[in-house]
């Protein structure tokens, strides 16, 4: 039998979990807003098909992960690196983070993204293996950094 604690807890769980996927309908849906009052954001299907594939993913790996622990800590780092990941992959799309977003200078950001995933499924999502992969991201992300130093 589930004590008080557990309830609260389970309680808990499910309310962050409505707020992440109810703020990422809010999010798809933010775009589609500003066209109605302005001109300056023009996105097609292509970008809404495109970002709510991403918000899936992102949203779904957290859930997973969220079923498959209780540890609190543990939860907070698997949301750090998703939003990491998710993040690069946004900014890459829509800007690039080196010059404009055709620069193929930016696929490199998939290579850490590579680096974060692979490490993570050889470490089994386990804790220490997890820490080690982590690692490894942050210091393919520091290659890419001095390696741009270097493209003119």
């Known amino acids: 039998m589930a004590t008080n604690m557990e309830r609260e807890h389970r309680r808990r769980g499910s309310t962050l979990r409505m707020l992440m996927w109810g703020g990422a309908a809010c999010l798809l849906l933010l775009p589609a807003v500003a066209m109605r009052f302005t001109t300056d954001v023009v ?7 495109t970002f709510g594939a991403m918000l899936l993913v992102a949203c779904g790996t957290y859930e997973l992960a969220f079923r498959m622990t209780g540890n ?14 998710f993040l690069t992959v946004w900014f890459n799309l829509a800007v690039g ?8 200078a930016n696929l490199m950001f998939g290579g850490v993204l ?27 992300q520091a290659v890419v950094g001095v390696v741009t130093l270097f493209i003119p």
């Open 43 to 49: 996105w097609t299907a292509r970008d809404f098909i």
């Open 72 to 85: 609190t800590a543990y939860r907070a780092g698997v949301g750090l690196a998703v939003l990491g990941a």
């Open 114 to 140: 590579a680096v974060g995933i692979v490490g993570a499924l050889l470490a089994r999502f386990q804790p220490q293996g997890m820490m080690r992969a982590l690692m490894a991201t942050a210091i393919a």
């Open 97 to 104: 983070v080196i010059g404009d977003e055709h620069n193929p």
